[in-house]
């Protein structure tokens, strides 16, 4: 259960940060109102896509986000 709980604070602090209070707030309303189906919403985001724009995607993901752990590729 401290793991659940550890996980909706952590998800309600990114929401907050990246969305202000309010927008958070308005965007957890939104979920609960729809019944929101994150596997399905993914499904159709994807299914949208060229393959091409997926690897766009990725690119411009790994650029902003590259790797500073220590793990060594085997």
């Not at 604070?9 to 990246?18: A, F, I, S, T």
């Not at 596997?39 to 411009?60: C, G, L, S, V």
Request: charged residues 30%; glycine residues 4%.
């Amino acid at each position: 259960m401290m793991a659940n709980q550890n996980i909706m604070k952590e998800g309600m602090d990114c929401l907050r940060e990246n969305l202000g209070i309010l927008k958070a707030e308005m965007f957890v309303a939104e979920i609960i109102r729809n019944n929101f189906d994150y596997t399905e919403w993914q499904r159709a985001y994807f299914d949208a896509m060229t393959t091409d724009e997926i690897k766009q995607d990725i690119d411009e993901f790994v650029k902003k986000n590259t790797y500073q752990g220590n793990a060594v590729r085997i």
